[in-house]
């Protein structure tokens, strides 16, 4: 067990535990019709702090991150600081007008995926980390590629598992190796790994070798000044692949308690015999035709209750760095795409199913068109009454006394 020695001047905040109205703005959404109405009603919404996305039928469209953030010096919070100083004390909120925020953007379409939301040109610190920017950037991608889309595009979108950080550096990888070295197995290896389109699907073998040799390369980068990965100190995905592909000769490829002079080709050399013999443990084979992304890397979805055994493992395509950002134990859980109109349609998909009873026949059998990113129409009842052949039970809820 680690153990923290905290000044006793040393005190903690949170913004979440202060007062706040968030119900107010989930009640004022409900009758929002505008994008102006919509701006008003989150602005109650302090904590957590949210990505709101407003669109209306007018063709107005709006981001708004919205919460409570505090004014700090950049880099402050990451360390634990005295409690006792003046100086490490917050000073005072961020006005919410200030808040990150676009409007019916030129570009013609907003996007969000948890990355940073500002640049550093933005006055303010917001905090840390954000999110990796490589699916923002793969769905701005495909947003650029078409002037309209139909709700079949946008569903497709949704299952899109292009990885850019191996679709950017895999010549790289692959050019830094030495095919004269290789015995048969490793090079028809290395073959998948150049052929490969970059995409994270079930059956990828490339897929799975790419992303231990991607991973492996990073620790043996970072390895020798940052031993210790669980502190949080060590550069980026996106510091590390910038240093890849501009500066392969890097000192930060070195490592200093060698004589040798090391560069990202002899660092990536190691990861891949390193990645080789992962994918053997693995696997159990040095075969790379019978590798497969999908159960190198099983996607579980637990019990909501975090019972034993009531929670499913099966194969699924996704990256955390895809758009289908499967981490496999941790994803996209609702999938949707909506339509606006007078009348509204939408489809949508989660993992799991309409039920929570493990007895009932409903209580996975959403696992599978979630695999598959098959989204369902989405019934919209507009009164208690409305037909609808699918509808198997109604629940009226009255006061205590009530006659119902």
Known sequence: ???????????????????????????????????????????AFVTPAQ?????????????????????????????????????????????????????????????SANQAPADRAYPHYLGWP?????????????????????PQDLIAMQGDTLLIPARDTKKLFVAAIDRSTLNESEAAALKLVEQWDSKFTEESGAGALFNAWLNRTSQIMWMSRFPDPVNYLRPSLQVTLDLIVRE???????????????????????????????????????DSSKWKWGEVRPTRVDHIGRLPGFGNSFSAPGHEFAIFANKGGHGPVWKVVVAVGPK?????????????????????????????????????????????????????????????
């Open 1 to 43: 067990m680690k153990t923290f020695a905290v000044p006793v001047g040393a005190a903690m905040r949170w913004a979440a535990l202060d007062p706040s109205n968030e119900l107010r703005s989930f009640l004022l959404l409900n009758k929002a019709s505008t994008v102006e109405e919509c701006r008003t009603a989150i602005d």
């Open 51 to 111: 990505n709101f996305l407003c669109v209306d039928n007018r063709g107005q469209t709006g981001i708004f991150q919205m919460g409570r953030f505090p004014v700090r010096w950049r880099g402050q919070g990451r360390m634990i600081l005295d409690g006792s100083s003046a100086a490490d004390e917050w000073a005072g909120w961020i006005p919410g007008e200030q808040n990150p925020m676009i409007r019916n953007p030129e570009r013609g379409f907003l996007s």
């Open 130 to 150: 954000f999110e990796e920017p490589f699916r923002s950037s793969r769905i701005n991608e495909l947003l650029r590629a078409k002037q309209k889309f139909s």
């Open 248 to 286: 392969p000769q890097s000192k930060w490829f070195d490592d200093p308690k060698t004589e040798k002079k090391e560069s990202f080709a002899d660092v990536a050399r190691r990861g891949f015999k390193t990645a080789l013999s992962d994918m053997n443990d693995v696997t159990g084979t040095s």
């Open 344 to 404: 509204p349609k939408a489809w949508s998909i989660y993992p799991g199913g309409q039920s929570g009873d493990p007895l009932s026949p409903h209580y996975d059998d959403f696992l599978e068109p979630w695999r598959k990113n098959e989204l369902k129409e989405v019934r919209f009842l507009e009164k208690s009454t409305s037909d609808d052949d699918r509808k198997k039970m109604t629940l009226t809820l009255a006061p205590k006394g009530g006659s119902k």
